[in-house]
């Protein structure tokens, strides 16, 4: 099997489930406890988050771990209205887990605004700047687009927005940016960042809120997380998210992941009415988003997954809505979107797979048009 659906969730590292399986059946202390077991594993666990928060450029005491980056982004999103009047904008670009939590938030009566997105898959930043005001007391734009790869320049969006208003926070959504170029949170100005795990090989189940201010606490209980985040620590997850980490950033120096989804892109453009989405931006090489004009996308899903290649069809999240509201967003027809396909890699992916995906591809889609393609 070739997969190439890593932007929906990726494989386990061997590493990172053998650190679990440790946890799980020798080190399953609890963290709280007081006895030395429970000493050690805390231990290990903060030095995990130390090890974690520099990789993301930042501070330990600024990483909250949770369960998903979904959990974070509604965090962030739950601070935004504790003063009187307070406005939220977002992008229209967003994951749901941002996008569907603001218009919740919109539909209740706040003041909820959303900043357009550019026919090349970017937040219209003069929009977007039109919608701060004096009362905007958070601004949540995607780093890199789960459905296209484009990338948002946060941090230059982000000094825009604060001189705007200087009292204004600042979260992005860095799920499907992490680790795949070189950022740094500290530097950037950001206020809030959210990761996951299982997009960079660990498993479900873990993610984290990078917060450099102080936020309402998640979950009151028993104090972990510094009483921002009660609840025993998924400790597994915590220290396999670092492995997870370590290994995708170890594979990343070896491969040349742009190289493969660049030799793809080229490919699939020798395929008439194949446009792919987004390519005048910049992107992080890990998502190719393609639409075949007179296809459909569910069939050339299934007609390659039973020749052994997974593909993608947008955010996994939300298949299972017809259209796709980034694509609109980004002025693509109802027929283009119906034929839009997502390949998305890791490190570990080889030219060899992107030979064969491109063979596959041409054959499905020449199958489903009926007439052989060049
Ligand atoms: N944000 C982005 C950009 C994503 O791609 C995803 C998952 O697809 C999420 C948030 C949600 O992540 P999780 O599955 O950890 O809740």
């Known amino acids: 099997m070739i997969y190439l659906d890593n932007a929906a ?19 399953f202390f609890n963290p709280s406890a007081t006895y030395r077991h429970g000493i050690e594993i805390k231990r290990i666990l903060e030095k995990s988050r130390e090890e974690i928060s520099k990789l993301l450029g930042g501070k330990s005491k600024n990483v909250y771990f949770t369960s998903c980056a979904t959990e974070s982004n509604n965090w962030v999103l739950s601070t935004a ?8 904008v977002v992008s229209s670009g967003e994951h749901a887990s941002v996008f569907e939590r603001a218009k919740a938030y919109k539909a209740s009566g706040l003041d909820v605004r959303f900043a357009p997105l550019d026919r090349n898959g970017n937040v219209n930043v003069e929009k977007l700047l039109s919608l701060v005001d ?21 941090e230059r969006i982000c000094c825009a927005v604060k001189e705007k208003n200087h009292k204004t926070l600042f979260h992005s959504d860095g799920v499907q940016a992490f680790l795949k170029f070189k950022f740094n949170v500290d530097a950037s100005g950001i206020d809030f960042y959210s990761i996951s795990g299982h997009k960079v090989g660990a498993p479900k189940g873990i993610g984290l809120l990078y917060a450099k201010r102080q936020l309402q606490p998640m979950l009151l209980g028993g104090g972990q997380e510094s009483g921002f985040r009660s609840g025993t620590e998924n400790v597994a997850g915590i220290i396999s998210l670092n492995v997870a980490a370590r290994e995708f950033v170890a594979a990343t120096e070896r491969a040349n992941v742009t190289a493969i989804s660049s030799f793809i892109e080229t490919e699939l453009k020798k395929i008439s009415g194949v446009k792919i989405i987004g390519e005048n931006s910049f ?27 997974i593909v993608g069809r947008g955010s996994a999240c939300s298949s299972k809505h017809r259209g796709n509201r980034v694509l609109q967003e980004m002025g693509l027809s109802l027929s283009e979107i119906d034929g839009a396909l997502r390949l998305s890699y890791r490190p570990e992916n080889t030219k060899e797979e992107a030979f064969r995906a491109v063979d596959v591809l041409k054959e499905c889609i020449e199958k489903m048009r009926g007439h052989k393609i060049g």
């Open 9 to 27: 969730t990726t494989a386990v590292y061997p590493e990172a489930a053998d650190a679990t399986t440790k946890i799980y059946t020798q080190q």
């Open 81 to 88: 209205f504790k003063a009187k009047n307070a406005n939220l």
């Open 134 to 154: 004096e009362n905007t007391s958070l601004v949540s734009i995607l780093h890199a687009s789960n459905e296209t790869g484009v990338v948002n320049d946060v």
């Open 283 to 309: 992107r992080t090489g890990y998502v190719t988003c393609f639409t075949a004009e007179g296809t459909r996308a569910e069939v050339i899903q299934t007609m390659c997954c039973d020749k052994g290649l």
